[in-house]
């Protein structure tokens, strides 16, 4: 099972730039090209969240239009960019969610491996939230007698990662609730799935792993100072590939880069001797 993770799109009405400088409908299309050709292909694609910048339906149309290329099946979770109800109405079949639900919270069955889809937006507001509600849905859902191994997939982590203006507006309201939920199941979360962050970040929270993804168009700057300003670099986009290991029964993350670099050059002569 291989899953990608793509995050963070940011796409704009027009293809208008992002911040008046990312490309970011042509970074979406060069991103489902890069997942198109991948040898073995993903299983299926899950966009963590900010589909749209504004989260208007003439953004979520655009979105829709570029991924009418993707070849794989794909799955959806907003993320603060976004907005509810319009990201529901255009993308209805990537959230599979439960008849009368209020929140995109969602379970994919996935073979060996469950994934949990969770809605962290709170509309209106950069950081995250977790309402009692979904909270109550994520335990039903973990108690639901299905045993298998399961990764969450949520927008805003819950932690804070050193930089500063990302950490005001990470996961906040719920996030005890939550930890004290994933910790209890914590043998059979095999991670938590984040985005947000814009850069690869990996640490251990509530006794599982929880991994953020870079995304696919600009990057979060890398500054760990107190008073660090807000601002983006463009840093090359990547995505995650998360590929359950039915062997070893483990969950491992690589991470893909959206553009091709010189490579790949052999180790080895055609005599099979290490080229020195
Ligand atoms: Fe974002």
Avoid at 38 to 47: E, L
Wanted: include cysteine.
């Amino acid at each position: 099972m291989l899953i990608a993770q793509l995050t963070d799109l940011h796409i704009g009405v027009g293809r208008r730039l992002a911040y008046r400088k990312v490309d970011t409908a042509t970074a979406l299309e060069r991103a489902v090209a890069r997942v198109n050709a991948m040898v073995p292909r993903p299983d299926m694609v899950v966009f963590t969240g900010d589909i749209g910048d504004l989260g208007t339906p003439d953004e979520y149309a655009l979105v829709k239009d570029i991924l009418r290329d993707l070849d794989v099946p794909f799955y959806m979770i907003p993320g603060n960019h976004d907005q509810r109800a319009p990201l529901r109405a255009a993308f209805a079949d990537a959230m599979p969610i439960e008849d009368g639900g209020a929140f995109i919270n969602y379970v994919v069955d996935a073979g060996p491996v469950r994934l949990i889809a969770l809605d962290s937006l709170d509309e209106g507001r950069p950081e995250g939230k977790l309402c009692s509600a979904r909270l109550d849905w994520l335990e039903r859902t973990l108690h639901d007698g299905d045993d298998r191994p399961c990764v969450l997939f949520v927008h805003h982590p819950p932690v804070a990662v050193g930089i500063k203006h990302m950490d005001d507006q990470r996961l906040l309201s719920g996030a005890e609730t939550f930890a004290q939920i994933v910790l209890a199941h914590k043998d059979r979360i095999q991670a938590i799935m984040c985005g947000h962050l814009h850069r690869p970040i990996h640490t251990r929270w509530a006794g599982v792993p929880l991994i953020v993804a870079p995304s696919i168009a600009h990057q979060v700057a890398l500054d760990l100072r107190d008073d660090g300003p807000s601002a983006f670099t463009m840093e090359p986009p990547a995505m995650h590939l998360h590929r359950w290991d039915e062997k070893q029964q483990c969950l491992l993350t690589h991470l893909a880069y959206v553009d091709q670099y010189d490579g790949p050059h052999p180790f080895f002569d055609e005599n099979g001797r290490l080229i020195v």
